[in-house]
């Protein structure tokens, strides 16, 4: 704001100074008057047709007896009387010279000087805008909310978290109610960790807190304490403590803690020294809390591994809540909540879409149903149908449909044959998952599309399962093979997801008949940058060979699989291939067709 209004006071002044100088120049001359040489003018005075002439320096106004305005020049310094006039027919008034156009000299000459203070003027006030800025860096960023029964959250618009809820439930208890728990000495729990992977609702949980308990709510994340300058985190935390001490009861909401709750001394890069601080001064006052303070600190992360120990003592955040990806019936009733709202058929099924969904967060599902509502009015409809919901599910799941990718009839032909091969794999092995549709026409990078989904959520694998998987995995390459007797570069994430899930069979799950129940090297997916480097490879040279030629038996035994099968099913692979070259896409049913013998086994 204050910029703003610097800049319409500087551009003002500019505008000011130049309609000053303009009118100073146009003032000055009047450009209407006609003009007549000077002979003229001493003939008409001599004749007696003129009333007055006004002198002004060597411009002569003519005033004629008839009230006409003329103009003329002199000689500079010969006057009127050497040039021949009468005085006695005449009015003659000599004029100071000056009048305007001493002004505007004046004024002009002082332009630049007036350009130059305004200039610099205003560039000291921005430097000082600037330094205002500087000096509230350390102010905290937290926005404080305080919810009213409108646009409240409360744990309704949360579906499934049903532990996650109840422990919370006694957190708003503590905030509503704190004498009831004090009166016979229990401590108020200071601090609650929500723990789960991104986007399955801990933001939203921790709002709906603050709206149950009534109490106002201030929202930071752990990024915003990490600045570039150091010291800056640790007064921010100072700040946004004392504020809501202020308010209390209150909540503080910590979001993404782990920016600066990692364990300290590890980080990689130069800011950790300003971390440690922040998170030493979190400590602090998460300590010196009095214990009939009712402050609750809420911290949020998906990244528990990486937490600094000190964090996690007792007195600090020792209670945690654990939000797990949703089961189908949560994930119903999440989209029973997002659905609210938007106009939909009345054939709409949610249940349907709650199954095809297993290990969808809230945020993916919320997404689903925001990408089947712009699909509806991209179509130009008022109502939601069944149609767009399974459109958007896939556009979530492979990404956008890419119609004007043209593929040649070879690329076509081979993509039928690989996607085919694929299906066909996951239909017929009994571990294998339904498959819901196959399409050739392009998706996101993929070419084509093999959709096979479990029929339920899976919690527990099984070698055999694993060896299905990775058979399936397999198939599109497997197919190329058998028919092209070529393969090509289409199947290369295939192979890499198919090694990725061999090698984990092998060092983490144990699967491995020759290596056994050991499990080699660190925990790839939670080690972080900046806690574990090194220290991964656990293992010695000789375990490592071992575990390469492990892989290669395991995935050449799918591979063997993944042939084997397709020759038994030469001639579906065939019929299903020319269909996906003319149809480009098979759903379930028309595919579940060509198998009517197995078709029951997988409901
Ligand atoms: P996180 O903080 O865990 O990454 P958010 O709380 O930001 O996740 O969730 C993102 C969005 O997903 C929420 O705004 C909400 O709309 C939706 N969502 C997630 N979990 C649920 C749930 N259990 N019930 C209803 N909506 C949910
Ligand atoms: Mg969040
Ligand atoms: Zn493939």
């Known amino acids: 704001m204050r910029f703003s209004l610097n800049k319409i006071i500087g551009y003002g002044l500019v505008m000011i100074l130049g309609a000053a100088l303009l009118y100073s120049i146009m003032g000055t001359d009047s450009s209407q008057i006609k003009e007549i040489p000077l002979s003229q003018v001493i003939e008409d005075a001599n004749s007696g047709i003129v009333d007055k002439i ?39 008034e000599v004029k100071d010279i000056s009048g305007g156009a001493i002004w505007a000299t004046v004024l002009s000459s002082l332009i630049p000087f007036l350009l130059m203070f305004g200039f610099l003027w205003f560039i000291l006030r921005q430097a000082q805008g600037a330094n205002n800025q500087a000096m509230s860096f350390g102010r905290s960023k937290a926005r404080m909310t305080l919810q009213n029964n409108k646009t409240k959250t409360t744990f309704k618009d949360v579906a499934g978290a049903h532990e996650a809820k109840q422990e919370l439930t006694e957190v708003v208890e503590f905030l509503k109610y704190p004498s009831k728990f004090l009166s016979i000495g229990a401590k108020i729990p200071k601090g609650v960790l929500l723990l789960g992977p991104p986007g399955t609702g801990k933001t939203l949980l921790a709002k709906a807190v603050a709206g149950e308990a009534g109490v106002p709510f201030f929202n930071i994340s752990g990024s915003e304490f990490v600045e570039m300058f150091v010291g800056v985190g640790a007064s921010r935390v100072r700040d946004l403590f004392a504020k809501a001490k202020r308010n209390a009861p209150a909540i503080v909401f910590i979001d993404e803690i782990d920016a600066v709750g990692r364990q300290r001394g590890t980080g990689l890069g130069g800011s950790h020294d300003e971390r440690e601080q922040t998170l030493n001064q979190i400590l602090v006052e998460m300590d010196g809390f009095e214990t009939d303070t009712n402050v609750i600190v809420v911290a949020a ?55 095809q969904t297993p290990g969808f967060t809230g945020a993916d599902l919320q997404n689903v149903l925001n990408e089947a509502a712009i699909l509806t009015a991209r179509h130009n409809k008022k109502r939601i149908s069944q149609k767009e919901l399974n459109e958007a599910l896939e556009k979530v799941l492979l990404g956008p449909e890419r119609h004007n990718k043209v593929l040649s009839e070879a690329e076509k032909k081979i993509t039928a044959y690989h996607e085919a091969g694929h299906a066909i794999i996951s239909h017929v092995l009994p571990n294998g998952d339904p498959v819901h549709k196959i399409s050739i026409v392009s998706r996101g990078v993929a070419l084509g599309y093999t959709w096979n989904m479990p029929q339920s959520d899976k919690y527990l694998y099984s070698k055999a399962q694993f060896s299905d998987e990775l058979a399936v995995m397999l198939g599109g390459r497997a197919a190329e093979m058998l028919i092209f007797k070529e393969i090509t570069t289409g199947a290369s994430s295939d192979l890499q997801k198919a090694t990725e899930l061999g090698r984990k069979m092998i060092t983490r799950f144990g699967m491995s008949d020759k290596l056994g129940p050991v499990v080699f090297g660190g925990q790839d997916e939670l080690v972080f940058l900046g806690r574990d480097m090194h220290g991964q490879r656990n293992y010695s040279e000789k375990v490592a060979a071992v575990i390469d030629e492990e892989l290669a038996s395991i995935v050449n035994e799918a591979e063997t699989k993944a042939l084997a099968t397709l020759k038994k099913y030469h001639k579906e692979l065939e019929a299903i291939a020319m269909r996906l070259m003319k149809d480009e896409v098979i759903e379930r049913d028309d595919f579940e067709a060509f198998f009517p013998d197995i078709q029951s086994q997988k409901e």
């Open 54 to 92: 006004v002198i002004k320096g060597d411009e002569l106004s003519i005033f004629s007896t008839s009230g006409v305005e003329y103009r003329s020049r002199k000689e500079p310094s010969t006057s009127l009387l050497e040039a021949g006039i009468d005085p006695t027919q005449v009015i003659v």
């Open 301 to 355: 992360t998906n990244r528990p591994d990486v937490l600094d120990p000190a964090l996690l003592r007792p007195g600090r955040f020792d209670r945690r809540v654990l939000l797990d990806k949703p089961d189908v019936k949560d994930r119903q009733a999440i989209l029973d909540i997002h659905i609210k709202g938007k106009p939909v058929e009345g054939d709409i099924n949610l249940g349907k879409l709650a199954a």
